[in-house]
């Protein structure tokens, strides 16, 4: 269970304010993790930028993706996880590459960034999720949790949790499985305990510094 001063919602038509306000948590909480730093091609201060592109590109567009998020008493976003739906791939129309100004994004990175992100984004990751998940085209056949986020000052409180309690409820509509992955490997018990099933974990290679993802899918019929 969740503090008690925390609130969880799901939020159906999130504003451009709000999806900043996901981009302060992601920055907080992202900083150091070796895949961000791989997707920046190396440049720390761009994870906000990332995490914009990506939150953007979801939560902006109407009929994409589900937000949930926390709030404490003072009204402070304090964690979100953030999916897109069966049938919806992250910034893959024109609508989603416009709201989440990928491009603009990707104009920052250096030539080696911008390869390695077109490669890892298009290619890599998605290739590893559908081998080690088992779905062909995962990220498109799922209920895929693109992002999971808690303030750590709100971490190991039952925040996520609380947020995947409703996620698991939105799921079991669709009728599709969830699945995410996760870039810690603190997070692999987290994910295992709240019932989903752990599907091993793979190095990914970069020209900055390898890192890992472990992957995760739940069967969504027994929420219904």
Not at 53 to 78: K, M, Q, W
Not at 108 to 131: C, H, I, R
Request: hydrophobic share 40%; glycine share 8%.
């Amino acid at each position: 269970m969740a503090p008690s001063n925390v609130t969880i919602e799901f939020v159906e038509q999130p504003t451009e304010s709000l999806t900043e306000e996901c981009v302060a948590v992601f920055s907080s909480v992202m900083g150091a993790d070796p895949c961000s730093i791989a997707l920046t091609g190396g440049d720390l201060s761009l994870i906000p930028s990332l995490g914009r592109t990506i939150a953007r590109s979801i939560a902006l567009c109407p009929g994409v993706g589900h937000l949930y998020i926390a709030r404490d008493d003072a009204g402070d976003l304090i964690g979100f996880t953030l999916f897109t739906l069966p049938g919806q791939l992250m910034g893959s129309t024109k609508e989603q590459q416009v709201a989440g100004k990928i491009n603009e994004y990707l104009a920052t990175l250096s030539p080696e960034g911008q390869a390695y992100f077109a490669e890892a984004m298009a290619k890599d990751v998605p290739k590893a999720n559908d081998e080690m998940i088992g779905i062909k085209d995962t990220e498109r056949e799922t209920y895929w949790c693109n992002m999971a986020m808690v303030h750590k000052d709100y971490q190991g409180k039952g925040v996520a949790k609380a947020m995947f309690q409703l996620a698991f409820k939105e799921a079991a509509k669709t009728g599709a499985t969830m699945a995410l992955t996760t870039t810690n490997i603190i997070n692999v018990p987290i994910y295992e305990k709240i019932g989903f099933k752990y599907h091993g974990e793979k190095t990914m290679p970069s020209p900055w510094l390898d890192w890992k993802m472990w992957f995760f899918s739940r069967d969504t019929q027994s929420e219904k």
